[in-house]
């Protein structure tokens, strides 16, 4: 589910997933990058994310592994 | 590039339910199908969902239209896939193994016990230890509470771990081969240049990223060098500027490097030395060696100790050095003050007594200039008379401080007390050196020089005869510490200092 919304990308984080933690950043020029919490390691995907993005993803980290724990 | 990077791995082309199954059409044109059982939870019925897709997750819609069930590209691509299951079970244990790793290197970096950690965040012991030992069925909530626990976030967690990522290339054994082309002996810098509470060989060459960046601290503080410079392709370079400011003895045979860069880190100790003694009031010098002379008491004897106390009386710092290699002493006029190296591996007090006699004639002779130095890079030679007009001129003034300029005449007396037989002469020494108020060691010393210009050697007995206790770098240790004022020096520098003189 959408957790984030942001400019370029949301996150999202689904019920019932499999080890390691992760989350969805789906941009709205159509890609998806499978992202680790709370390292943000690129686990799937073709995008690069610039410092400009971690910064906001690390902004936002304890609601984003709060969202983790609730759904998994 | 792995094939889960494709976008086309990724997006969905079309999905559909086909009894108690979901096939799905990725644009890659793979074509899989997954039961409903392995997706719906438990407790739903598996039959009459509606499905919906979209390009990179499904929806299945109860027929109540109160559950939605959202499943992402991902968990079908884990369902179905064998190689990437397996690439999200690795990344699962690499990252476990990591978020263990990386807390037990914070927390021995806060020097917090595990116990005391799991008692402060409220968690059992066998919770700390599951996760550091990589466990991977440990909640969010309880990894903040044990990070709040050291006064950190999740935030700073993962700072830490993207920080780590990017310094992987940083390795200690790379860090120590290139200290050594610049001159930087591997053990001199296990001693002195990084704080004894690290222990290297706990690390086997794999020394986490925090520690390196704690070890790169101390690197760039006492040699002025960048991150880029310290972890970079290039080669290190040591400023040249102590070794530039030097009033030379250039050795014949040493490694040149070497020097160049002890001189360096004396220099640095050297400043901060003084820095931390910038309270200290300073007194005029002495014009001639009579009036210095008189600073010791009209006939008092000349000792390591007293002489310590006299200089450091005139405002002039001495720091002793025991680490081994080639220098062997400095002086330096940094901003009109006085900083004296003394670097001797000998436990003679008379020898250490005479080092700093020689250095102290440099400083009042040689280094009136502000930034002036004097490097000593060969061992200093106290019969020295040919080498350079300044070292004959400082071991000169050192003689005749000691023996009050009655050097031959203190000779003749000895010489004639042991009926000029060398069998006779240690209790003749001993003798005169009471008579006289000098040390024996000191009288030894140069009986033995002076015996040996006749082709006899009398060393073993003047070696003898040596005061080495209590041990000279002992007593000129107290001294600096009883100056130092570690108020006016960050941590870092103090604990640099601190380590210099430790032995």
């Known amino acids: 589910m959408q957790i984030l919304v942001f400019n370029q990308f949301s996150v999202y984080i689904y019920a019932g997933q499999v080890p390691p933690p992760h989350c969805h950043l789906r941009f709205y020029d159509g890609n998806d990058i499978l992202l680790s919490i709370p390292n943000f390691k690129v686990l799937g995907g073709e995008n690069t994310l610039d410092e400009d993005i971690i910064n906001i993803l690390l902004d936002n980290l304890d609601y984003i592994c709060n969202k983790w724990d609730e759904l998994n | ?503």
Request: net charge negative; hydrophobic share 40%.
């Open chain 2, 1 to 503: 590039m792995n094939t889960w990077d494709n976008e086309k791995y990724q997006r969905i082309e079309v999905a559909k339910l086909s009894g108690n199954s979901i096939e799905v059409l990725f644009e890659n044109g793979d074509e899989v199908r997954l039961s409903l059982k392995t997706i719906l939870p438990q407790n739903l019925d598996e039959e009459n969902f509606d499905l919906i897709f979209y390009s990179y997750e499904i929806i299945l819609i109860s027929p109540s239209g109160s559950n939605e069930i959202k499943v992402p590209w991902s968990q079908i691509r884990v369902l179905t896939d064998v190689e990437f299951s397996k690439h999200m079970a690795l990344e699962s244990e690499s990252q476990a193994n990591e978020v263990g790793k990386k807390l037990r290197e914070l927390r021995e970096w806060k020097n917090i016990k595990a116990n005391e950690l799991a008692e402060r965040a409220s968690v059992t012991p066998q919770t700390i230890s599951r996760i550091e030992r990589g466990h991977t069925d440990i909640s969010f909530a309880t990894l903040k509470k044990i990070l709040a626990a050291m006064a950190l976030t999740l935030k700073d967690f993962a700072e830490y771990q993207l920080k780590y990522e990017q310094s992987e290339e940083k390795n200690f054994n790379y860090l120590l081969k290139k200290l050594n082309r610049s001159g930087i002996d591997t053990n001199f810098f296990l001693r002195k240049l990084i704080p004894r509470r690290i222990d290297i060989n706990e690390y086997s060459g794999q020394v986490p990223s925090l520690l390196l960046d704690e070890i790169t601290t101390y690197l760039k503080a006492i040699f002025n060098w960048s991150n880029e410079q310290i972890w970079g392709p290039e080669e290190l370079t040591i400023n040249v500027n102590a070794s530039k400011l030097a009033f030379y003895k250039r050795p014949a045979h040493s490694n040149f490097y070497q020097i160049q860069a002890y001189s360096h880190y004396a220099y640095y100790l050297s400043k901060l030395v003084i820095k931390s003694t910038i309270n200290k009031s300073l007194k005029d010098y002495p014009d001639n060696i009579e009036e210095f002379r008189l600073k010791f008491g009209k006939g008092e004897k000349v000792t390591f100790e007293k002489c310590l106390s006299v200089v450091w009386d005139l405002g002039i710092c001495v720091v002793p050095l025991r680490d081994k290699g080639l220098f062997h002493g400095a002086s330096w006029n940094i901003g009109g003050r006085h900083v004296i190296i003394l670097k001797q591996t000998s436990s003679s007090q008379a020898k250490w007594l005479f080092d700093l006699l020689h250095e102290l004639y440099h400083v009042f002779a040689h280094l009136e200039d502000d930034n002036s130095a004097v490097i000593e890079s060969e061992e200093i030679n106290p019969w020295i008379t040919t080498e350079s007009i300044e070292e004959a001129e400082a071991n000169s003034f050192a003689h005749k401080v000691l023996f009050d300029d009655k050097t031959e005449q203190i000779l003749s007396k000895c010489l004639a007390l042991a009926k000029y037989k060398v069998e006779n002469l240690k209790r003749s020494v001993e003798k005169v050196a009471i008579e006289e108020n000098i040390g024996e060691d000191v009288l030894s010393n140069y009986l033995a020089y002076r015996l040996s210009l006749q082709g006899e050697n009398w060393w073993g007995t003047a070696n003898s005869l040596q005061k080495t206790d209590p041990d000279p770098y002992s007593i000129a240790k107290e001294f600096i510490k009883n100056n130092l004022n570690k108020n006016f020096i960050n941590p870092i520098e103090a604990n640099i200092l601190t380590m210099a003189l430790e032995d």
